[in-house]
C-alpha cells in the first residue's frame, strides 16, 4: 500500500481557511486520494476524493500537485465543529479497503 | 434510514471470554467493512464483505477473528479467546456496489476493553 505522510497536528481559528497538506511521493498512476475525517467519539466520515484534477463539493477543496506527489485539502472557513483528525489515503482503482495512517489532528481555536 | 449502527456500543470482558459484536448497514449498500482503531492510531481495515461473501481478509484478523454476513445485510464480527491486545475500537462502514467514490459511511464503533 502507497504510503502518505501528515503533520500530526495544526491549529487554526474560526472563520480562518485551513490548509491540510499530505505528502504521497509513491502514489502510482491508478491510486485515488481520499481524504476522510474522524470527529471526537464518533465514526470517520467522508470529506473529499480526487485523481488528477483539483475538486471541490460542499465540505471542502482538494488541490492536487502536477506531479500528484503532495495534495493539500481546504476548509475555506474552518468552524469549530471542523475539529477532528482528518486522514489522507490512497486507494488503488477497485479496492474496496482504506488504509488510514495516523491523521493530522485540527484544532480550531474560538 | 439512520446510517450504519453497532451494537453493543461499549463492551468490557475478562480475558479468555468470547465476544459477538453485530452491524447493520445502511439498507441498500451492499459491500460491508470492518476495520479496528486503537488509542491515537488511524483504523485498520480487517475483512470486507459484498453481499455474503467475504472477499478479502486483513492479516491481522488471526484465526480467533471470525465474521459472518450470512445474508448480506448484517454482519457480526466474533472474537473467541480474547486478549488484552484485543482492546480497540471496532468499527463497521458499508458502502454501495454503484458509489462512484467507493465512499464508506462508519458506524460509531464497539469499544472492547479486555481485562
Known amino acids: 500500500d502507497a504510503k502518505t505522510t501528515q503533520p500530526n497536528s495544526m491549529e487554526s481559528n474560526e472563520e480562518e481557511p485551513v490548509h491540510l497538506p499530505c505528502n504521497h511521493s509513491?502514489?502510482?498512476?491508478?491510486?485515488?486520494i481520499h481524504w476522510y475525517r474522524q470527529l471526537p467519539s464518533q465514526g470517520p466520515e467522508y470529506v473529499i476524493h480526487?485523481?488528477?484534477s483539483n475538486v471541490n463539493n460542499r465540505m471542502a477543496s482538494l488541490a492536487i500537485a502536477e506531479d500528484r506527489k503532495s495534495s493539500t485539502l481546504i476548509l475555506h472557513r474552518a468552524t469549530l465543529r471542523d475539529a477532528a483528525v482528518y486522514y489522507c489515503?490512497?486507494?488503488?482503482?477497485?479496492?474496496?479497503?482504506?488504509?488510514f495512517g495516523q491523521g493530522t489532528r485540527l484544532t480550531i481555536n474560538p | 434510514d439512520t446510517g450504519v449502527s453497532q451494537d453493543p456500543r461499549h463492551k468490557i470482558t475478562k480475558r479468555g471470554q468470547n465476544v459477538t459484536f453485530r452491524c447493520d448497514p445502511i439498507?441498500?449498500?451492499?459491500?460491508l467493512y470492518w476495520y479496528r482503531q486503537t488509542l491515537g492510531q488511524g483504523p485498520e481495515f480487517l475483512t470486507y464483505?459484498?453481499?455474503?461473501?467475504?472477499?478479502?481478509k486483513s492479516r491481522l484478523l488471526s484465526d480467533r477473528f471470525s465474521a459472518e454476513r450470512p445474508k448480506g445485510s448484517f454482519s457480526t464480527l466474533e472474537i473467541q479467546r480474547t486478549e488484552q491486545g484485543d482492546s480497540a475500537m471496532y468499527l463497521c462502514a458499508s458502502s454501495s456496489w454503484d458509489s462512484f467514490n467507493n465512499e464508506q459511511f462508519f458506524g460509531p464503533g464497539t469499544r472492547l476493553t479486555v481485562l
Open positions: 480526487g485523481l488528477t
Open positions: 439498507s441498500e449498500h451492499n459491500r
Open positions: 489515503i490512497l486507494r488503488v482503482a477497485n479496492a474496496q479497503k482504506l488504509v
Open positions: 509513491t502514489i502510482s498512476g491508478t491510486d485515488y
Open positions: 464483505f459484498q453481499n455474503e461473501a467475504q472477499l478479502e
